[in-house]
């Protein structure tokens, strides 16, 4: 309900829970109260995602379809917005050591051959979200493992039929080059002019 309705009332998501009002309220003083031990728990169970992704040391396909259909499960599960739960610090934190985890198994993925070297610093993990969080919303038909299968193969093929995709600018000599900006948008930069 919360996804839907981050503004939801406390009455309204007891009514959703098919509880009394007054029983929230004994287990939670507030709204906000609410809201920290929704996030905390999303949190936690992304920890025990990663942590059980075995991204240090399992094979990195298999590490990688294993997060993957483990955070599709999270999603599913607490389906919050996480910008707000980022506002508080100590969660932030939390979040951002589980990015560090998730960001040095990319690279070992990378080093290992499973994702293509020399793109754009920081581009395969801004990309991982997209695949995942889809498969997660508008593949809910399917299981989590079916739907890592799908994001999984779309992460690492991409969408283009292999016989016609389009040539890296390496592979043309086009003096093009992108790069991700501090809003995480994609900005590409060319020394030629566009015709």
């Known amino acids: 309900m919360l996804a839907a309705d981050p503004a939801a009332s406390i009455a309204s998501i007891a009514t959703e829970a098919g509880v009394d009002r007054r029983t929230v309220y004994r287990r939670f003083a507030s709204r906000e109260d609410l809201l920290a031990a929704i996030y905390e728990s999303r949190l936690t169970a992304i920890e025990h995602a990663i942590e ?48 560090r985890e998730v960001d040095a198994f990319l690279r070992r993925a990378t080093d290992e051959g499973l994702l293509r070297p020399g793109l754009p610093e920081g581009w395969a993990s801004a990309l991982l979200p997209e695949p995942v969080n889809l498969a997660a919303h508008q593949l809910a038909h399917l299981s989590p493992g079916q739907a890592a299968d799908v994001a999984v193969d779309t992460y690492v093929r991409g969408i283009g039929i292999p016989s016609h995709r389009a040539p890296h600018p390496a592979e043309t000599g086009e003096p093009e080059r992108a790069e991700l900006v501090p809003s995480g948008s994609l900005r590409r930069e060319s020394r030629a002019p566009h015709t």
């Open 52 to 99: 059980d992704a075995r991204l240090r040391e399992a094979p990195v396909a298999v590490a990688l379809h294993r997060y993957v259909e483990n955070i599709i499960a999270v999603n599913r599960t607490w389906p919050v917005d996480l910008a707000r739960m980022l506002a508080d610090d100590a969660i932030r934190q939390r979040r951002d050591a589980s990015v």
